[in-house]
């Protein structure tokens, strides 16, 4: 983008902001949280299992970030976080589907009997996020984004309150001026620039033992080239100073961010001790530097999924956190540490 129209966005979000009528509200604190996607393991999980994730969950974390305010159409997930003995801070998201050509009445029937209660009577929560990740083609959803934006608004208003989008959304969409003067925080997932579309399968690594391959996304695109968690940080690090550059004076909130430890839909080869090293290491500097510049992020994701995400990337089935050695000590940063035998 030329840096004439960046500065033209930048100044139209912050008129828009100054002049929106409210204050900045903040999400609080610096801390290292988790996503929690309760559609992990099937599409029809039961309270139980959703009880035994959020405990697992509050074991290790003291804060989550959640997509759905609820499943299968009557257990309410915000509800169960709200139980006083779970001590779990939640970043409470509402999200938008789109089916065939319309929005149907979910949407509006989850915010009116999930989402809106759960924002003025659940202490545990410290913010709202609306959406994930919209598309704005071939369906734009941004324009829904901002309609419920604007509700959220009016019917919260002392909750801190953002979407959560990519950084090219952020940096580039035509709509980053008017939505960055809708949200008290910018939400954001970053990821390293990574080559998604194939892992990065024919790298011999050469030891004694001749590793296999680690089925990784290659830091470039080109072919052969091995990932590592350190190239992982500095693209982590020059996208958020973007970020804040573009929205300076801005609480900037990460709203995911993680490594993969393998690639395609399961059954698939067992992960590698050097895949999950280099998450490990990844997740450690990261936290680190959340720690250094008194950040918030939340690591992508605390389970393994092969429902509710996205199926055409073969490694968003492998960002899981638990059963792969990964501690977290609980509200301490840096919050990752490796026991990878």
Known sequence: MKKSLRCAILLSALSLWMSSGWAENRVPGSFVGVTYNGLHATAQPTENTIKADLNSIAGSFGYVRTYYPQYTGFINLLGLTSEKNLNLKVLAGFYLFYNEGHYDDWARDNYRDFFLPALKNNPNIIGALVSNEDPESPVDQIPKVITYLKKVRADAPAIPLSTA??????????????????????????????????????????????????????????????????????????????????????????????????????????????????????????????????????????????????KEIGFNYHFGLSGKGFTIPLNNIPAVSCDLK
Request: one cysteine or more; charged letters at 15%.
């Open 165 to 310: 989008q990519t950084n090219a959304f952020w940096l580039h969409s035509p709509y980053a001026a008017e939505v960055a003067g809708l949200v008290d925080f910018i939400a954001v997932n970053i990821y390293p620039t990574w080559c998604w579309g194939k892992p990065d399968d024919v790298v011999k690594y050469t030891t004694a033992d001749r590793l296999p391959p680690v089925y990784q996304p290659p830091s470039t695109c080109t072919p052969g080239a091995a990932p590592t968690p350190q190239q992982a940080v500095v693209s982590f690090k020059t996208q958020f100073a973007q970020m804040q550059s573009t929205y300076p004076g801005r609480q900037i909130v990460v709203t995911e961010t993680g490594y993969p430890t393998n690639y395609g839909a399961p059954p698939v080869p067992a992960d590698t001790v050097l895949a999950r090293t280099n998450a490990c290491q990844y997740m450690k500097l990261v936290s680190e530097w959340a720690k250094e510049n008194d950040k918030i992020v939340f690591m992508y994701e605390m389970f393994d999924s092969q429902e509710g995400i996205s």
